[in-house]
T-cell receptor, first 113, second 112 residues
Framework: NAGVTQTPKFQVLKTGQSMTLQCAQD?????MSWYRQDPGMGLRLIHY???????DQGEVPNGYNVSRSTTEDFPLRLLSAAPSQTSVYFC????????????FGSGTRLTVV | QQPVQSPQAVILREGEDAVINCSSS?????VHWYRQKHGEAPVFLMI?????EQKGHEKISASFNEKKQQSSLYLTASQLSYSGTYFC?????????????FGKGTHLIIQP
């Protein structure tokens, strides 16, 4: 049981490049979400999904796309990287129902130069 | 809108107690608490669902005052392992399917 797996752990991009941050969970969790963490800002919600085929925008969705074709996978795509997207990105998942917390992946540290 | 956490930082000696507060201008459905150590992922501590609910986790407990729209995390007889940044996260009504809105965090440093 690996939990939530994020790849890559580190990435450097040039401005304008695109890439996909991978997130996979093996706990059969329906709810998944992406956050970015910047110094002094806490964690901010980018996109979330309540199940396969269903996604929606969070607090800071601009510049990012998501899709959810399976329960296990929830990739985050950066369309045209900008220096403002330099951040640590966390994927998280939880099971349905109340009284459950989120399990976070180990994060991807992204630098855009 | 982000919940507001206070204090922003606190330094304690091992064995001392700490209280971290989380308040919101919006009605709260529930409150999550997480701890994050430097360079690691946030780890779930507990969730409080009802106004007035209190929960405990070893020497860490929390309360949720729905009327005041705030929650407090209590760390008693703190240990070195309690060091880290604590975040509260709030859910909208509906059960948390649409993610959490986190506060900016409280940095807790425990000194021997």
């Amino acid at each position: 049981n690996a939990g939530v797996t994020q790849t890559p752990k580190f990435q450097v991009l040039k401005t304008g490049q695109s890439m996909t941050l991978q997130c996979a969970q093996d706990m059969n969790h329906e709810y998944m979400s992406w956050y970015r963490q910047d110094p002094g800002m806490g964690l901010r919600l980018i996109h979330y999904s309540v199940g396969a085929g269903i996604t929606d925008q969070g607090e800071v969705p601009n510049g990012y796309n998501v899709s959810r074709s399976t329960t296990e996978d929830f990739p985050l795509r950066l369309l045209s990287a900008a220096p403002s997207q330099t951040s640590v990105y966390f994927c998280a998942s939880r099971r349905t129902g109340t009284n459950y917390g989120y399990t976070f992946g180990s994060g991807t540290r992204l630098t855009v130069v | 809108q982000q919940p507001v956490q206070s204090p922003q930082a606190v330094i304690l000696r091992e064995g001392e107690d700490a209280v971290i507060n989380c308040s919101s201008s919006k009605a709260l459905y529930s409150v999550h608490w997480y701890r994050q150590k430097h360079g690691e992922a946030p780890v779930f501590l507990m969730i409080l669902l009802k106004g007035g609910e209190q929960k405990g986790h070893e020497k860490i407990s929390a309360s949720f005052n729905e009327k005041k729209q705030q929650s407090s995390l209590y760390l008693t007889a703190s240990q070195l392992s309690y060091s880290g940044t604590y975040f509260c996260g709030t859910e909208k009504p509906g059960g948390g399917a649409d993610g959490l809105t986190f506060g900016k965090g409280t940095h807790l440093i425990i000194q021997p």
